[in-house]
């Protein structure tokens, strides 16, 4: 299950997301190996190119990966998917836990579609995926984004808090 802690305006023209996904204890023990290795095919290609770029100097790992954006309730639901670049830090050990700095943006037509920067906090019975993204258009983004977007920004941030959750549940998906 997973539930919306807070979602609110940060400065400079972002929002702020906290989601929260309860996971089965092992899955602490799992990150190193699903987070950590060097190709997720769970999550995508590692993109390898320049466009990486300023992500590898900051020891991000860079992967193409399909974003999903559920429509409608239900399992059944169609999934409309978006190519994006979710940029992977390396798992930092914690007491009780795991940190890994975790960021997405459109793979085309970018200036159309947030931008999100944060991270993944993992401890014995939960993913919290907390950061902020920036909607497409400033100030007057951020507007709309109140009004209405929003939902689509964070249905698309659980859908992939969901495919994590599910690698960590699953360490064979590491293979």
Known sequence: MI???SIGIAPAATVHLR???RVAPPAVAAVPAVLGAEELPWLGDRVHDASA???????LRRFQADL???AGPGASRPVFRKAAYVDLGRPVQ????WHVEIGWRAA????LFPVFGGQLTITG????????????GGDIGVAVDRALLNIAAR????????VIADALDDPATAD
């Not at 085309?108 to 200036?111: R, V, Y």
């Not at 019975?125 to 497409?136: F, H, K, Q, R, T």
């Not at 249905?155 to 969901?162: E, F, I, S």
Request: glycine share 12%; aromatic share 4%; no cysteine.
């Open 3 to 5: 539930e919306v802690q």
């Open 19 to 21: 989601l929260v996904q």
């Open 53 to 59: 770029t300023a992500e590898l100097a900051r020891g």
């Open 68 to 70: 999903g954006l559920p």
């Open 94 to 97: 914690l007491p009780g836990g």
């Open 108 to 111: 085309s037509l970018a200036p």
């Open 125 to 136: 019975d939960s993913i919290v995926l907390e950061g902020e993204y920036a909607p497409p």
């Open 155 to 162: 249905k698309t941030a659980v859908w992939l808090l969901r």
